[in-house]
């Protein structure tokens, strides 16, 4: 028989999680999370990281397991991830992967793509350009040389615009051109799952959300990780946020306002890069279970 990744992606407080443990439980395998912030234990409310509960309930591997001061990319994910993998598929047919992160779900399932070498001085002056004129002017520059990356990577993130731009300024051509052209062989076959559901409902799950992890105590979480606020993996909405508030920026009505705000714009984002090229079996958010995992295991008959 083969062997079946169920990759579960969506926009941020669709319901992945919750779905991604019911079709473990009934395919009696484990999890793999391509949660890019889920893998850092200091981040756990800001990151709606699964509960104590969901991860009692079905096994998980990459939650928590790393720090936010180590040195962790999409590369050693891939690496990580597929070693993982082909363990699980000695003694599991189907493994559910679940995750909001698209660079680090298509690593998975496509492999990365393969950028030429440029000069290190690119980053630097890229680097130096940041901290002197902004994210915004890194943003027109990536607007100017790349309009399609511009559109779908996370421009918000400096480290990925900063990436994207030292393609293009290295090589003379466009970061986008370089992807999606030798993709690494899989020894398994993937099934990808979309949730979804009106862009209402989508920004209203967003702001409740927002508003629980507040009554959790994101502030108080928000300030222990204050003095790391320069790494990149603290570059997360809902923490940046609350940065400004600690700076004095912001007041902290303001500061929430706009991680509703940014985390609505990165859902937006992430459903422009899962609809952009692959196929996926979308599903209302309300769909019942019975009705996926009918047409999971016809899928599977199919192939």
């Known amino acids: 028989m083969s062997k079946y990744l169920i990759s579960i992606v969506g926009p941020t407080a669709i319901g992945k999680t919750s ?12 999890i793999l999370s391509a949660d890019s912030r889920q893998f850092f234990k200091e981040m756990t409310i800001g990151t709606a990281a699964p509960s104590a509960e969901e991860l009692n309930a079905v096994q998980h591997h990459f939650i928590h397991h790393k720090s936010i001061q180590d040195d962790y990319n999409v590369g050693a994910f891939e690496e990580d991830a597929i070693q993982t993998l082909n363990t699980l598929f000695k003694t599991h047919d189907v493994v559910v992967m679940v995750g909001g992160s698209g660079l680090y779900v298509d690593a998975i399932t496509n492999g990365l793509d393969d950028f030429p070498k440029v000069d290190d001085s690119i980053r630097v002056q890229l680097n130096k ?3 002197t004129k902004g994210i915004t002017y890194l943003q027109e ?9 511009y559109n779908s990577i996370a421009i918000d993130n400096p480290h990925r615009v900063i990436r994207a731009l030292e393609i293009c300024i290295g090589t003379g051509k466009p970061y986008s051109s370089f992807l999606n052209k030798n993709k690494a062989k899989r020894d398994f076959k993937t099934i ?6 009106d862009r209402e409902i989508i920004y209203n799950r967003i702001n409740m959300r927002v508003d629980l992890m507040i009554q959790q105590g994101l502030v108080n979480e928000a300030k ?4 790391y606020k320069a790494l990149n993996a603290l ?6 946020e609350l940065f400004n508030y600690f700076d004095g ?12 705000k940014n985390t609505r714009r990165f859902a937006k984002r992430q459903l422009t890069w899962f609809r952009k090229d692959q196929p996926i079996l979308w599903f209302d958010y309300e769909i019942p279970i ?10 599977i008959k199919q192939q």
């Open 290 to 299: 019975e009705k996926i995992i009918s047409e999971l295991n016809a899928k």
């Open 192 to 197: 990808t799952l979309g949730l979804t559901a």
């Open 249 to 260: 920026n912001w007041t902290l009505d303001f500061a929430i306002s706009e991680i509703k």
């Open 235 to 240: 570059n997360t909405v809902g923490y940046k």
């Open 224 to 227: 222990t990780l204050y003095p």
């Open 19 to 30: 779905l991604s443990i019911k079709l473990a439980q009934h395919f009696k395998t484990e």
């Open 141 to 149: 520059q990536l607007e100017t040389l790349d309009i399609q990356s």
């Open 129 to 131: 350009d940041f901290e």
